[in-house]
Structures are given as structure tokens and as C-alpha cells.
């Protein structure tokens, strides 16, 4: 019925929720390439295919990267999606 799922997607600190910007965001469709885009202050709007499988993998300098699976299957209304993807310091560098 929709064409397009709205996901928002937040990358924020794992300690303090704080939002974490300069972070690159790999998002990979179930069967295609992944494409790399900025999360600019840490979000990133996203218009995702309907009944699909998604992994986000997410890097920052400073922090261990985090990969995160989302998916649109079975989703019967158009409200806009949320994701958060928290970023961990590792133990040397808090």
C-alpha cells in the first residue's frame, strides 16, 4: 500500500544519549549493495522499500562500531519509524 517507510534513524552515545554526529552510516537492503551516508548531527532520514530486510552499520572514530537490524515486513501503517543505534567508547577511552 505505501511506497515509502520513513525511518529516522538517531546515533547517539551509549552513556550519555547524547547525539553523536560525523558518524558514517552503512545501510545494506537484504540482496543489494550497502550505501554509505552521513548521519549529520547524528540522524539520518531514510525512505526504506516496504517488506525488506535492512542492516545498519554504524561507525564513528572514538567508538566501537555497532551493527543493527530493521525490518519493514508486516508494518500496516505509514507512521514514520524510529531507530536508535547507540556507539560505545571502548574501556581505554572514556
Known sequence: LYACRELTVFVVD??????????????????RDAESQEADAGKLNLCLDENAEYLFRVSRP???ANTVGFSTRGRADDAPSRLEIPLLRPVGRR
Open 62 to 64: 572514538g567508538y566501537a
Open 14 to 31: 551509549a552513556e550519555t544519549r547524547q547525539p553523536l554526529g560525523q558518524t558514517t552510516v552503512s545501510v545494506e537492503r537484504q540482496g
